[in-house]
């Protein structure tokens, strides 16, 4: 009983903290893409030798493993990828990564304000600058039984259905040949870009989360739990927390940018497939080599 009681009042305590108008907390993650989804991302591409792929594996791993940070209040949080000095490109692929980075659409603040319910993100597409502004996704979280310890902290499961975005092309993968092939191609009706990969309409989401720090946020654009999420996977990519500092010294500022054109994330997700449709139709043009569309 003494020990309930003391869990109740350690929890209290942390509460008021938070609830107090000055309160501000910091939260590190790391992103990690398993190697066997970036084999089968790869998997469909018959122009690939053993070792541009195992060189391309490489590349992709050290891509798609980043560390960010969540400053966070009561009401908004900004979640950025970490600054640090990029190594030059070297070797075979450097200029085929630069060109993946800018065609799927680097992302830069995240910004998030859970009492409007609104988020906005800035993110450079093929040489212009945009500005995602829209409505936080409202995920219908189911609370798990499942429990366990996060950097110290404790920790509840919880799984929701999101539908996949189509600019968010981590979830796609090319038709395989067989499928690709079922139907015949004809030179009055040609294939789109979208027709030749795979894309799941919805994916699971499974996060966990800690009434300690009873703040309704979490990294990118996951929110809506009792606490802070400190982990969240969905099949392709864990983003995991591993580190927490409430009250920092320093105290961050939590505001949108306001760089870029602003577009919905339905305008920007229609104008990341109409350009990824114009590079593919360049690229059979030019024999796959060279060239792309520009954004005007």
């Not at 908004?76 to 450097?94: F, M, R, V």
């Not at 319910?117 to 979280?141: A, C, H, N």
């Not at 009434?211 to 990519?237: A, C, F, H, M, R």
Request: glycine share 8%; charged share 30%.
């Amino acid at each position: 009983m003494a020990k309930i009681i003391f869990s109740i009042a350690f929890m209290l305590s942390i509460h008021l903290g938070i609830m107090a108008q000055e309160f501000q907390g910091m939260a590190l993650y790391q992103s990690k893409t398993s190697s066997a989804e970036i084999k089968a991302r790869l998997a469909g591409n018959k122009n690939i030798t053993p070792e541009m792929q195992k060189n391309i594996e490489e590349r992709m791993k050290t891509m798609l493993e980043k560390t960010f940070i969540l400053n966070f209040d009561k009401s908004a949080s900004i979640y950025k990828e970490e600054e640090k000095l990029d190594a030059p490109s070297q070797g075979q692929g450097g200029g085929s990564f630069r060109m993946m980075s800018s065609m799927t659409g680097s992302g830069g603040t995240f910004y998030k304000n859970i009492k409007d319910k609104t988020y906005s993100v800035d993110k450079e597409f093929m040489g212009k600058e945009f500005l995602v502004k829209d409505t936080l996704p409202k995920l219908k979280w189911k609370m798990e039984a499942e429990t366990r310890v996060i950097g110290g902290f404790n920790c509840f499961k919880a799984t929701a259905v999101r539908p996949v975005s189509k600019s968010d092309f981590k979830f796609f993968t090319p038709k395989k040949d067989n499928e690709a092939d079922a139907k015949p191609k004809t030179a009055e009706k040609k294939t789109d870009f979208m027709s030749e990969l795979d894309m799941p309409k919805e994916v699971i989401i499974t996060a966990w989360y800690s009434p300690e720090i009873p703040v309704s946020q979490g990294p990118e654009n996951y929110w809506g739990l009792p606490g802070l999420i400190l982990e969240v996977n969905d099949s392709k990519t864990v983003i995991l927390c591993s580190k927490i500092v409430l009250n920092p010294k320093v105290k961050a500022e939590i505001k949108p940018v306001t760089k870029g054109k602003v577009v919905t994330q339905a305008e920007f997700d229609e104008i990341m497939v109409k350009k990824m449709e114009e590079f593919r139709e360049m690229r059979s043009r030019n024999g796959g080599n060279g060239g792309g569309p520009r954004m005007h």
